[in-house]
């Protein structure tokens, strides 16, 4: 989605990552998906961001604030969604 202003990174087989992409597709919350079993610089920021690890979904949002494997309740309550 090109005006997108999230951006999701992860990987097919991530559980946490599709349980994530699932609750923006549920509440149609646009969101740009990058694969980084793909994506070799998408890996590395990453790694960086999470200092040394490949800890997955890391999402930054339209602020700047970055969520690194949020549950459920962590996602509703950032975007104000009740149960």
């Not at 960086?48 to 690194?68: C, F, M, Q, W």
């Not at 494997?69 to 950032?78: A, F």
Request: proline share 4%; hydrophobic share 40%; with cysteine.
């Amino acid at each position: 989605m090109p005006d997108a202003k999230i951006v999701v990174y992860g990987a097919d087989w991530c559980g946490d990552c599709r349980r994530a992409v699932n609750f923006f597709n549920e509440h149609k919350i646009a969101f740009k998906w990058i694969n980084i079993d793909r994506d070799k610089k998408a890996e590395q920021f990453v790694i960086k961001t999470n200092h040394g690890y490949r800890s997955i979904p890391t999402i930054v949002l339209e602020d700047g604030t970055i969520l690194v494997e949020p549950s459920l309740i962590q996602l509703m309550s950032k975007f104000e969604i009740a149960r």
